[in-house]
């Protein structure tokens, strides 16, 4: 073999040798790649998690303001009640002393009779 042709078939040795060390390369900026994309989902996964606790919180803290708004339904319905029933007894108040003004009157007029009838006696 000739000086130029082991040359020659060195310089394709070396040639293949840098291609195959591209081609390596390659291969190693794709795992990259996907290394990357991987790390990318995970990611996206755990952020997706994120906003479904969020979510689920929402829902609970959404439920307890409808508890705590039907509980001061409830409350605001006695005080209702409370009201009522002051009214109610008020009223009532009202009735027994317009009963009790009667009752003055008759015994202001017993005694009235009682004194004429001791005056008249003691003629």
Not at 40 to 45: D, G, K, P, S, W
């Amino acid at each position: 073999m000739s000086s130029d042709t082991n040359h020659a078939q060195a310089d394709t040795n070396h040639a293949h040798t840098d291609t195959n060390h591209a081609q390596a390369d390659t291969n190693h900026a794709h795992a990259d790649t996907n290394h990357a994309q991987t790390d990318t989902n995970h990611a996206q996964a755990d952020t997706n998690h994120a906003h479904a606790d969020t979510n689920h919180a929402q829902v609970h803290t959404n439920h307890a303001h409808a508890d705590t708004n039907h509980a001061q339904a409830h409350t605001n319905y006695a005080h209702a009640d409370t009201n009522h029933a002051h009214a109610d007894t008020n009223h009532a108040q009202v009735h027994t002393n317009h009963a009790q003004a009667h009752t003055n009157h008759a015994q202001a007029d017993t005694n009235h009779a009682q004194k004429n009838e001791n005056r008249l006696g003691t003629r």
